[in-house]
């Protein structure tokens, strides 16, 4: 089986090396093949270079693969020094690829944390047959910092029937201790691969054993203490040896006489053309015959590939039939160093050329720029990279190189050609370096828009202008530019042609994003339909989920979350199914239904959502999405060290986001802090952003972020709280008055509810019990269809105070949905109202009356609809003006109400006009 593609157009190792010579049964191999399946959890190989690290491995997965073990091999080489690098190569062996996304939606989903993905490799080998054994070679070429993080989790929270094997030249960063501690390692360093003398002569054959001796064999032991390089190479030089002892003599085995000894011995053997040959493909990681013709000219490639797999000279398989190979590093490093004296400058140029174009040709993009850098020759990488960026980034290809040559090519003031360009922002956005992104965006655009003017016509980089603004849209989303966003959506929609469906599906909802944020719902709506439109036609699971998850978020931002909740829940079970758990956008779309089932008051469902949010949140999302999730952590919060939700981790989220989620946490926490009773910490809180609890206006340096409505009405919420904690009621007030009209004025009843409460709180605090009744009877109203049922928890002490000093038939709730509700509250005070407590039952049941009206009170009630006043009743039935108060009173108890409107709509409720 040939060698498998993976990104980027790499021919990558994942299967082990065909090796051209056979294995020597050694005491530690024959140790391990004991068993058909590995007897611990960790294979830990860690020798330096030539200790035969690969070649012990390969022996290993020759043996369980045999033995019929799900077996898979992942090879590191020197391009390989990213933990990322590492789990695309993981991802490749053991997931598989998927279909290639579209790159816009590739860009909204991000640079994947590392987490989310390690994750998700931990889900996959739960897949994986049992048992299964997996083998990292040379990972010591990871040189990334972050390697632990990796292969902590696959050595201690992978299934226990998935097993590993590591090899490296240096102890690798996974915690040793416990391993040892738990019995997961076992430890195979040089002492265990160094050849013995029985072993050296198993691999040199009795034939060459004979014309040596035993002393003599014994003497390649100690010279070479068991090094497996050198003795290969004692091998090599003394079997084509004439006289092998004399040969013997001069050889040493140290490692400074490696160099000489391929020179003299090794390479002599050989013609001047073959030696020519090895030479000039010393530059090539790996190689097949092809290749070797092209970069050399050789027509003889093949002969010469022929006689070195013959001549067993370090030249290594790469798959099963034989037709790609790579040199032993060791030989690689040595074959170099002479290429640099013996083979002129022009020459070794004109190969790495060669090979880059051939490697472009063949689809190996990683090589073909990597040898086009290497000749010094920008204007081929510059053309290579116009070519192929495109595919080489939607392909997931190593976006942190493709950004590194781009920046080397600039670096070196070379201008990278149109495509290359594009896609170079693109990488950018989606390693989050946002900043850079919008300034190159910017720079690339103008040197477009001087293109199209010099020429006088668009030409064929209209498309690319098109795209280009789709990024720029993107930018401006990402960095909370939404003003920005605002214009370039806005012409970008103006001029909707044949554009992609997901692109106008991305920047449709961008446009809903920026409105919904600015409380413009029914523009936002507008916004929505044509993204639900467009993304319908293009068959993204992902843009699916964005599309709904922003949709929902609307009714989200008016406090409709009885009609959302379900949506919100179908579309984040639509997301599992489709992309799973450690998905980012499923992630993104739990954090916000945190939020929703917060409001509701459904806490348990709640902390469950933020625990899969928070795993994302500090990478996937946008402002607002990542906003609602903090805000449904900062609700849940009880304010004690041992909580689960940890402030700090709220904060670090925060930090990573343009400074308006910052401001937006602070002022969720002077809210919460307030609620807690904890006014000095709240009022810390709010120094840090311009908040007082004498009012006033907020220091400048506090607005960045307060140009969006959003952030505007968390900042006054923030200022009402501390205002109402610190007894300045009068400028409380006359903050809620203004807010309420603002807030009626975008149709939030969510918030309308939030300050009908504060305006409860005020006037209780003025000793005004009345209107605090009326305008928590208004909080219900707004509230009970909408179920939303935590502001009532967070001033749950206020209101009990308030309901235990209030009649029942005070209230006067109108519908039935409004009675229960208030009931659903009640059932969560610390109520001392014996009458209330009593009368709960009633008030809850559908259709049901505390006592039934009185022949005299169901004729009030006819009377009272036709419009008559007291007196116009006291008339008409003969009574005093005071008797038929009394009567009305009466009435208002048994039917639960405090007005005749009230009356009226709950007799009609109850079908009490038609007695």
């Known amino acids: 089986m040939p060698a498998r593609k993976v990104r980027g157009g790499r021919t990558a190792q994942l299967e082990p090396p065909n090796l051209a010579f056979a294995l020597v049964q050694t005491r530690l191999l024959a140790e391990m093949r004991r068993s058909v399946t590995p007897a611990i959890k960790l294979i830990s190989v860690v020798a330096p270079t030539g200790y035969g690290k690969t070649t012990f491995a390969t ?191 001069r050889f040493s085995g140290a490692d400074e006489d490696l160099s000489n000894l391929l020179n003299r011995q090794v390479l002599a053997g050989f013609s001047p053309e073959a030696r020519r040959f090895l030479l000039e493909i010393s530059p090539l990681r790996s190689f097949c015959a092809e290749l070797c013709r092209q970069v050399t000219g050789d027509d003889d490639a093949d002969r010469h590939l022929a006689l070195l797999l013959r001549r067993n000279v370090f030249v290594i398989p790469l798959d099963r039939n034989r037709s790609w190979y790579r040199l032993h590093g060791l030989f690689r490093e040595f074959l170099a160093e002479e290429a640099q004296r013996a083979v002129p400058a022009e020459r070794r140029t004109q190969i790495l050329i060669r090979a880059a174009e051939w490697n472009e040709r063949n689809g190996r993009w990683l090589d073909a720029v990597d040898y086009a850098l290497a000749a010094g020759s920008a204007p081929l990488a510059c053309a290579i990279l116009e070519r192929v960026a495109a595919t080489f980034v939607r392909d997931r290809g190593d976006l942190r190189q493709y950004i590194e040559w781009i920046e080397r090519l600039h670096g070196d003031g070379h201008e990278v050609g149109w495509e290359a360009d594009f896609w170079y922002v693109f990488a950018l956005v989606f390693h989050r370096r946002y900043e850079t992104a919008r300034q190159h965006n910017e720079r690339l655009a103008l040197r477009v828009e001087r293109e199209q003017d010099s020429s006088g016509k668009p030409g064929p980089l209209a498309e690319l202008k098109r795209r280009i603004e789709v990024l720029r849209v993107c930018v401006d989303i990402y960095t909370d530019r939404l003003a920005d966003a605002r214009v370039h959506l806005t012409r970008w929609l103006a001029e909707r042609g044949a554009d992609d469906p997901f692109d106008v599906a991305t920047v449709s909802a961008a446009a809903s994003i920026s409105l919904s944020s600015a409380f413009r719902f029914v523009e936002s709506r507008q916004m929505m339909r044509v993204a639900q439109a467009a993304i319908a ?53 739990a954090f916000v239904a945190a939020r929703c089932a917060v409001e509701m008051g459904l806490d348990e469902e709640a902390r469950g959502l933020l625990n899969q949010g928070l795993r994302g949140a500090h990478t996937h999302g946008v402002v607002d999405t990542t906003a609602d999730g903090l805000d449904a952590a900062v609700k849940l919060w009880s304010g004690r060290p041992d909580d689960p939700i940890s402030i700090p981790l709220l904060r670090e989220i925060a930090a990573g986001y343009p400074p308006r989620l910052g401001l937006m946490l602070s002022c969720m926490l002077v809210q919460r802090l307030v609620r807690l009773g904890r006014l000095d910490d709240a009022l810390a809180e709010g120094a840090h952003i311009g908040l007082t609890a004498s009012g006033g206006e907020p220091r400048l340096a506090a607005l960045d972020g307060l140009q969006v409505a959003r952030a505007a009405d968390l900042y006054a919420a923030a200022q009402i709280e501390l205002l109402i904690a610190a007894g300045q009621l009068r400028q409380a007030e006359a903050l809620i008055a203004a807010e309420t009209r603002i807030a009626r004025q975008d149709g939030r009843n969510g918030r309308l509810v939030e300050l009908a409460l504060a305006e409860m709180a005020v006037a209780i605090c003025s000793h005004n019990p009345q209107p605090a009744a009326r305008h928590f009877v208004r909080a219900i109203g707004l509230a009970a269809r909408r179920r939303i049922l935590r502001p009532f928890r967070d001033r749950a002490e206020t209101i009990a105070g308030l309901v235990n000093e209030t009649k029942p038939q005070s209230w006067g709730f109108v519908l039935d949905e409004e009675r229960r509700f208030f009931v659903e509250i009640c059932n969560g005070l610390p109520l001392t109202n014996s009458f209330l407590v009593e009368h709960l039952d009633q008030l809850q049941g559908e259709g049901q009356l505390l006592e039934t009206p009185t022949a005299r009170e169901l004729q009030l009630l006819s009377l009272i609809e036709a419009g008559l006043s007291n007196q116009q009743l006291a008339d008409r039935l003969s009574l005093s003006v005071a008797t038929v108060k009394w009567h009305l009173y009466n009435l208002y108890t048994k039917l639960g109400v405090s007005s005749r409107s009230a009356a009226l709509a709950r007799a009609r409720a109850l079908n009490l006009m038609s007695r």
């Not at 990871?142 to 990796?150: K, P, Q, R, S, V």
């Not at 902590?152 to 201790?177: A, G, M």
């Not at 843009?543 to 998850?549: A, D, E, I, R, T």
């Not at 008016?558 to 499923?586: N, S």
Request: charged share 20%.
């Open 59 to 249: 022996a290993l997965h020759k043996h369980f693969s045999t033995a019929g073990l799900n077996s898979f091999w992942i090879a590191l080489d020197d391009r390989d020094t990213s933990t990322e690098r590492v789990i695309d190569l993981l991802e490749d062996a053991l997931i598989g690829r998927h279909s290639d996304p579209h790159p816009t939606q590739t860009l909204l989903r991000g640079d994947e944390p590392l987490q989310n993905r390690i994750d998700a490799l931990i889900d996959a080998m739960a897949q994986l047959p049992a048992p299964s054994l997996v083998f990292l070679d040379n990972l010591g070429y990871c040189t990334d910092e972050t390697l632990g993080l990796l292969l902590d989790p696959l050595l201690f929270r992978s299934p226990s029937s998935v097993h590993f094997l590591f090899s490296s030249t240096e102890q690798l960063p996974f915690n040793l201790t416990r391993a040892r501690l738990e019995g997961r390692v076992r430890e195979i360093g040089f002492a265990d691969l160094s050849l013995r003398p029985d072993e050296i002569r198993t691999l040199f054959g009795p034939e060459l054993c004979a014309q040596l001796g035993d002393a003599a064999i014994d003497s390649i032991a100690r010279q070479t203490e068991g090094w497996q390089a050198a003795v290969r190479l004692a091998q090599i030089i003394l079997s084509t040896a004439d006289k092998p002892l004399e040969a013997l003599e």
């Open 537 to 589: 036609q293009s068959g993204s699971a992902y843009g699916v989920g964005w599309v709904q998850l922003l949709a929902a978020m609307i009714d989200m931002f008016e406090g409709d979350y009885a009609a959302v909740h379900g949506d919100i829940q179908a579309a984040l079970a639509r997301a599992r199914a489709a992309l799973g758990e450690g998905a980012g956008i499923t992630r993104t779309i």
